[in-house]
Antibody, heavy 123, light 108 residues
């Protein structure tokens, strides 16, 4: 059974940094691209970032480009999101999501989601 | 960027009734690249449908998807109380993969 467990969410002040983690199990992690999708309180879903199976290709939403960095450690079956220069509008529940193919930007949907970790940016 | 517009915003129906949810794209996404997700209160989204009409593993046949080009429909036949959720469509034709704003389904 596929499990994606996010951690690292917290209350932080604007301008500070935070690192999210996602522990994956139940599938061959390095066979698949992974993504982060966020959901602001009471709002819809927004794609944040994606990374291919071998970390060679990564993509970011315009809203986070230059501030967030996605990475993965296949030996640890883990996905990460380094979030710098956080803003109030980054406040959201961040979901770790499994892609159905190994290349993050290929035409593919998300077949498994974690339960999310909450990031609150406020002074 | 492809914009997905879902309607209605909220749908309130009785158990046993049929629900029809719409998703309209600002440009063609073909039938291959459209998915539907269900998000129950307090839970993460769950994949329901991909390729516009293929049910994901474990999804009951009460759920069906149809459409092509720019107009897509998710149909829930014989509503049950457990179907209370927000339903999102998503295209995955190319980046950025955008979501619709969601349709909230309420059971009377």
């Amino acid at each position: 059974e596929v499990h994606l467990v996010e951690s690292g969410g917290d209350l932080v002040q604007p301008g500070r940094s935070l690192r999210l983690s996602c522990a994956a199990s139940g599938f061959t992690f390095d066979d698949y691209a992974m993504h982060w999708v966020r959901q602001a309180p009471g709002k819809g879903l927004e794609w944040v970032s994606g990374i291919s199976w071998n970390s060679n290709d990564r993509g970011y939403a315009d809203s986070v480009k230059g501030r967030f960095t996605i990475s993965r450690d296949n030996a640890k079956n883990s996905l990460y999101l380094q979030m710098n220069s956080l803003r109030a509008e980054d406040t959201a529940l961040y979901y770790c999501v499994k892609h159905i193919t190994n290349y993050y930007d290929s035409s593919g949907y998300y077949d498994y989601w974690g339960q999310g970790t909450l990031v609150t940016v406020s002074s | 960027e492809i914009v997905l517009t879902q309607s209605p915003g909220t749908l309130s129906l009785s158990p046993g009734e049929r629900a029809t949810l719409s998703c309209r794209a600002s440009q063609s996404v073909s039938s291959t690249y459209l998915a539907w997700y269900q998000q129950k209160p307090g839970q993460a989204p769950r994949l329901l449908i991909y390729g516009a009409s293929t049910r994901a593993t474990g999804i009951p046949d009460r759920f069906s998807g149809s459409g092509s080009g720019t107009d897509f429909t998710l149909t829930l036949s014989r509503l049950e109380p457990e179907d209370v959720a927000v339903y999102y469509c998503q295209h995955y034709r190319r980046s950025p993969r955008t979501f619709g704003q969601g349709t909230k389904l309420e059971i009377k």
